[in-house]
């Protein structure tokens, strides 16, 4: 039997000895193979694997959960320092994106550092796909979510340009999920695609209904309080065995998910391990 284990390397919340900043990092063992999604926004990357002692030249893969900065900040260190790790990514991860508020606009895309690093990867290395995918016989990829609930939006001001004339839908939201024998875990970078949406499309897409765990952002900050609710009453009837938020969840939210959940809430924060046999 394979030992899947679960690290947050980066996160909005770290344990004494570790830096914490506005981005998600996970590290996923499966048997032999060594996973990262997503790379933070940088600066909290290489100082946590260290302090984790987690060796960046052991990784196999590189999964991209979407195009946002503190996602994919930390993307040129990995690449530099894992010398043969294949890159798994949505095509539209690339594109230009902004926050607007208030007439405020920022930009949000992926860093262009991180953008000329992950072009110059040979075509050999970087696997390009909106479709599934398996990455192994135990571990594969949505690539674009469908939105299917009422309820559920990218959870933001979100735009293509700086006019604010094309919305974001955040099409590159994809998820990762591990086949157990108990059941689906699943990862998540910022849940934009919503998180009810991408557990009955994973469910559907691997015929498993058992979910063992669910870790990352959830993107709740923001959430209306029918989005809460639905969102609350739909995850008591798919009854996952744990639920870990993190990084853009929101303080909020953690508290009503744990206060109204009646399965395991636990909050993460890098230095979190979590092990699953």
Same mark, same amino acid.
């Given at each position: 039997?394979?030992?899947?284990?679960?690290?947050?390397?980066?996160?909005?919340?770290?344990?004494?000895?570790?830096?914490?900043?506005?981005?998600?990092?996970?590290?996923?063992?499966?048997?032999?193979?060594?996973?990262?999604?997503?790379?933070?926004?940088?600066?909290?990357?290489?100082?946590?694997?260290?302090?984790?002692?987690?060796?960046?030249?052991?990784?196999?893969?590189?999964?991209?959960?979407?195009?946002?900065?503190?996602?994919?900040?930390?993307?040129?260190?990995?690449?530099?320092?894992?010398?043969?790790?294949?890159?798994?990514?949505?095509?539209?991860?690339?594109?230009?994106?902004?926050?607007?508020?208030?007439?405020?606009?920022?930009?949000?895309?992926?860093?262009?550092?991180?953008?000329?690093?992950?072009?110059?990867?040979?075509?050999?290395?970087?696997?390009?796909?909106?479709?599934?995918?398996?990455?192994?016989?135990?571990?594969?990829?949505?690539?674009?979510?469908?939105?299917?609930?009422?309820?559920?939006?990218?959870?933001?001001?979100?735009?293509?340009?700086?006019?604010?004339?094309?919305?974001?839908?955040?099409?590159?939201?994809?998820?990762?999920?591990?086949?157990?024998?108990?059941? $689906?875990?699943?990862? =998540?970078?910022?849940?934009? #695609? @919503? &998180?009810?949406?991408? /557990?009955?499309?994973?469910?559907?897409?691997?015929?498993?209904?058992?979910?063992?765990?669910?870790?990352?952002?959830?993107?709740?900050?923001?959430?209306?309080?029918?989005?809460?609710?639905?969102?609350?009453?739909?995850?008591?009837?798919?009854?996952?065995?744990?639920?870990?938020?993190?990084?853009?969840?929101?303080?909020?939210?953690?508290?009503?998910?744990?206060?109204? $959940?009646?399965?395991? =809430?636990?909050?993460?924060? #890098? @230095? &979190?391990?979590?092990? /699953?046999?």
């Amino acid at each position: 039997m394979s030992v899947t284990s679960l690290t947050i390397v980066v996160d909005n919340q770290a344990q004494p000895g570790c830096l914490a900043e506005h981005g998600l990092a996970l590290w996923v063992n499966v048997g032999k193979e060594h996973i990262l999604l997503d790379t933070g926004q940088g600066p909290a990357l290489a100082p946590n694997m260290n302090t984790l002692n987690l060796n960046p030249n052991e990784l196999h893969h590189l999964v991209l959960s979407h195009g946002h900065y503190d996602h994919t900040g930390g993307l040129p260190w990995v690449l530099s320092a894992a010398h043969d790790i294949q890159v798994w990514s949505h095509p539209a991860v690339v594109e230009p994106r902004y926050s607007i508020t208030n007439e405020e606009v920022r930009p949000i895309d992926m860093p262009q550092a991180s953008k000329r690093a992950l072009h110059a990867l040979p075509g050999s290395r970087v696997h390009w796909s909106s479709q599934p995918k398996w990455i192994t016989a135990k571990i594969g990829l949505t690539g674009t979510i469908p939105r299917q609930t009422d309820f559920e939006d990218p959870g933001g001001p979100f735009f293509l340009d700086p006019q604010g004339h094309r919305p974001d839908p955040i099409e590159d939201d994809q998820a990762l999920w591990i086949m157990t024998d108990k059941g $689906l875990v699943i990862c =998540v970078g910022c849940c934009h #695609a @919503g &998180l009810i949406n991408t /557990l009955t499309y994973i469910q559907k897409l691997t015929g498993e209904k058992r979910i063992r765990a669910i870790i990352g952002g959830l993107h709740l900050g923001a959430a209306t309080a029918w989005r809460m609710e639905q969102t609350i009453i739909t995850l008591n009837e798919l009854q996952p065995e744990l639920l870990i938020p993190c990084h853009c969840t929101g303080t909020l939210a953690v508290e009503e998910l744990q206060n109204r $959940l009646n399965f395991a =809430v636990r909050p993460g924060y #890098a @230095g &979190l391990r979590l092990e /699953l046999k």
